[in-house]
């Protein structure tokens, strides 16, 4: 079958046109690509015909005895509003097209027009609904439990980190969170709060690479009056403010010496010296700390000491790349453009080849690369409500706009990325059949399989990709 929806039965379609001549060849035409057709004279019939079998698809013609086609197609969207209708006519005007895609028209065919050329209309109609249905889908997963937390969790990875992260919150010991650039550790650890008996308390961020050395120490213990120049007036630090809470150390690998030892003595006995100020103070604050650095390799070039990591890697967890949790990526796009309809910005979707390049991308600066690459597509996608492989960056879009890329210009550097979008936007396309996408290929299955596990393909990513749906 060539239509491109995944089903386990052939797709349904209704024709309409009042022409016996043009009836026949749509039924011949369409039989043959596998869909099953029935035909009406019409536009009453169709309507009729519609509200006691819903089809897949509509095929009407505008000019017909009874009410038009495009009087049909409103009725017919009135009692079904998912319904697919592609009009066609033998006098395509402008105004006309507007009327239709105004009322619903899934898309429009002026005649004379080749079963190839409709079979491109019923694709990109088919296409249209799997986006809309799929946004729809996605949405309401992220009206999920973990919602709130900014946490996508629908990845084996993912699932598994969130039950870590579920039992690492009901202990008070110190938590290191690893993990690359972008991943998200600040959401583990604001889950980790959130999910505690903390969670009433306050929740304090301190960003070590973020803030000059000299100034460090006074963030975290705070100062009194006159510690140093400048300092008019005795100021709390986010230990102190993080009583009851958790502070959370984020890119710790770069905190100075200093307060590298200070850090470890709080840990040790749960009490800090302000600068300038002789009493000590004792507060109950839980630390949580990420890193996207090796803190062994530095503790072995002297850059951090072997007794804080100690102290601080009592619990660890590690937030996994996006490139092992693809599964993920369609709900986390989905999120975004949720979020950016928010601001006022018109809703989008994401067509199936667009989200399939996507999901095969591998994402070297991870959820948050991936967030500006969706950023960047509305920006620039003018009035487009559908993004597109056109809207993609060129990175992701990979070898049909640009063969080799620095790093990765040898021939079979650039063939493995062309075959792995190839074959992944091949399996959005067949909702993951493989079957079907190694018909559609020319090749076995078998050869496909192999090629597939060769590329690190993660087959059930792309098939959830395609359709939507959670894994179970």
Request: charged share 25%; net charge neutral; hydrophobic share 40%.
């Amino acid at each position: 079958m060539t239509a491109t929806e995944p089903s386990t039965a052939p797709l349904r379609v209704l024709v309409a046109d009042d022409e016996e001549s043009m009836r026949h060849f749509l039924q011949r035409g369409l039989r043959r690509l596998g869909y099953e057709v029935d035909a009406v004279a019409d536009g009453n019939a169709a309507v009729a015909a519609w509200l006691r079998t819903p089809y897949d698809l509509g095929v009407l013609d505008v000019r017909m005895p009874g009410i038009d086609g495009v009087a049909a197609l409103g009725r017919i969207r009135s009692s079904d509003p998912e319904g697919l209708v592609v009009l066609m006519t033998a006098h395509g005007t402008i105004a006309t097209a507007v009327e239709a895609m105004q009322l619903g028209a899934a898309d429009f065919v002026t005649k004379p027009f080749t079963i190839d050329e409709l079979e491109v209309r019923l694709r990109r109609a088919f296409g249209l609904r799997a986006a809309t249905r799929e946004n729809r889908q996605l949405r309401s997963l992220l009206d999920g439990p973990d919602q709130g937390l900014g946490l996508i969790a629908r990845s084996p990875a993912m699932v598994a980190l969130t039950q870590q992260i579920d039992l690492l919150a009901q202990s008070v010991a110190t938590v290191l969170i690893g993990g690359e650039s972008g991943t998200g550790k600040g959401l583990v650890a604001e889950a980790l709060h959130l999910r505690s008996e903390r969670r009433q308390g306050p929740f304090v961020t301190l960003n070590c690479a973020a803030v000059p050395d000299n100034l460090v120490e006074s963030e975290l213990f705070g100062h009194a009056a006159g510690a140093f120049t400048g300092a008019t007036r005795s100021k709390p630090g986010l230990l102190l403010r993080a009583n009851r809470g958790t502070l959370f150390l984020d890119e710790i690998g770069d905190m100075s010496p200093a307060a590298q030892a200070k850090i470890e003595r709080f840990l040790q006995d749960r009490e800090f010296l302000p600068l300038g100020s002789q009493q000590e103070i004792r507060v109950d604050t839980r630390i949580v700390a990420a890193t996207n650095r090796d803190l062994h390799e530095l503790v072995r070039a002297g850059l951090f000491r072997q007794e804080l990591l100690w102290r601080l890697d009592v619990l660890s967890v590690a937030v996994p790349p996006l490139r092992e949790r693809r599964e993920d990526i369609p709900l986390l796009i989905a999120r975004n453009l949720e979020r950016l309809a928010a601001k006022g910005l018109p809703p989008r979707s994401i067509t199936p080849e667009a989200l399939g390049a996507l999901t095969a991308y591998d994402w070297p600066g991870n959820v948050r690369e991936l967030e500006n690459a969706i950023e960047r597509m509305v920006a620039l996608s003018g009035e487009r409500t559908a993004l597109g492989v056109p809207d993609l960056p060129t990175e992701v879009r990979g070898p049909g706009d640009e063969v080799s890329r620095e790093g990765d210009d040898n021939y079979e550097a650039a063939r493995r990325r062309f075959d792995r979008l190839y074959f992944t936007n091949l399996l959005v396309r067949t909702g993951g059949s493989i079957t079907e996408a190694a018909r559609l290929a020319g090749i076995s299955r078998g050869h496909l399989h192999r090629r597939l596990k060769e590329l690190d393909c993660d087959v059930a990513a792309t098939r959830d990709a395609s359709r939507g749906n959670p894994r179970p």
